[in-house]
């Protein structure tokens, strides 16, 4: 039985309450029980699967293993390769990179319907910047939210909305620490791979670095603040995004990662097309919190944010911004050389950033078309702006926006 039948049999046998017998019928039938155990438990395997033996001859050139930067990969006595779960971030570079195609990005779709349809317990969805016009149709965010109370979940939530929190906390880092011509900001906390690469790279720029989780990770936190007994599972565009969410200190906030794509094959197998489905309208988020999704974003947002909070500072961000892996190396190696003037280094692991995500669902410079209209579209332009913001800091024990350095343990990351 080839991976993909075993996976679209598994998700509608899961779909009609049978995934017990299924699974047991799929290994009568010659399925491959470690790529069962795959969808069944991917909690317990690195965001990249090897699906099938690898038939490269033993010393021969190995695109995958140079692919990766994190030395995530190795080969074994037999020749096939290996994936460390805990060095794999899901850049997904080996994938495109594998010459036999036996490499395959993790799915949590098992799992995450088992959870939606057997417990009592309210799942909220969190759906990342990206989301703009990825569902055909022209789904607006109000018939997506629809959609998504129609598969079970309690409710959507759009993590600009926490972009925003974020983007307020590193406008606020920025104002406190930044004051000489040699001091300098890394951002984006957004990008796993970005963290990833200065955190095992070059680790020596970590003090750099604000102290800050990802709109991810704050969204989830803040919903379990609020709703303890509240389930959340995370959808974008990102791989990365399912090896964040099982970082030690991150670990709890986010119960599943789906992508774009395994969304939609989710709404797919259920017949629930969100273009046909009504309105449930909220606007939350700011201009700032929204553009996050592209490139220099992140640095667009903090630069107006912090110019709103103190606009007489004398020291202003210069920022340089690069996406895709090659480009943010390159971008350390000046800050390292001495070859750039700019105090505020946004780095984004996908060309495009978030919106040229591995499983984005449709190309990526239409999806930053979308996202900017998104993001003019915003009734505030910054957090400062944004009485939601405001009101939601409060609930959490924030009186003032200066407590989220001081106070905002929920948005604080430890690295």
Known sequence: ?????????????????????????????????????????????????????????????????????????????????????????????????????????S??????????????????????????????????????????????????????????????????????????????????????????????????????????????????RTIKALYPDAGTIFIGPCLAKKAEAREPDLAGAVDFVLTFQEIQQIFGFTEINPADLPEDDRDHSSRAGRIYARAGGVSEAVSDTLQRLNPDRSVSIKAQCADGIPACRQMIADLQEGRTSANFFEGMGCVGGCVGGPKALIPCEEVRVHVEHYGREAIYSTPID??????????????????LLEKSDLFTRNF
Not at 386 to 403: A, F, K, T
């Open 1 to 105: 039985m080839k991976f993909v039948d075993l996976y679209h049999s598994l998700v509608k046998a899961s779909l009609d309450g049978d995934l017990s017998s299924a699974a047991q019928s799929s290994l009568q039938n010659g399925a491959d029980p470690r790529q069962l155990d795959c969808l069944l438990r991917p909690g317990a395997y690195p965001p990249v699967w090897k699906i099938e033996d690898c038939t490269c001859p033993p010393g021969s050139k190995s695109p995958c293993i140079d692919s990766c930067i994190f030395d995530a990969i190795t080969r074994d006595a037999k020749g096939n390769v290996t994936i460390d779960p805990e060095r794999c971030v899901g850049c997904e570079e080996c994938v495109r990179r594998c010459q036999e195609h036996h490499l395959t990005a």
């Open 107 to 220: 799915k949590e779709i098992l799992p995450a319907l088992a959870a939606l349809r057997t417990t009592d317990k309210p799942y909220y969805a969190m759906i990342a910047p990206a989301f703009v016009d990825q569902f055909p149709g022209g789904v607006t965010p109000g018939r997506l939210r629809s959609a998504f109370k129609a598969l079970g979940f309690a409710g959507m939530l759009e993590v600009a909305a926490f972009a925003d929190i974020l983007t307020l906390k590193e406008a606020l880092e920025f104002d406190r620490n930044i004051h000489a011509a040699e001091d300098f900001q890394l951002t984006s906390c957004c990008c796993p791979m970005w963290i990833a690469m200065i955190r095992r790279i070059y680790h020596h720029l970590m003090p750099h670095v604000p102290g800050s989780v990802s709109p991810m990770i704050a969204c989830a």
């Open 386 to 403: 944004n009485p939601y913001v405001i009101e939601l800091l409060h609930r959490l024990g924030l009186d003032s926006v200066e407590d």
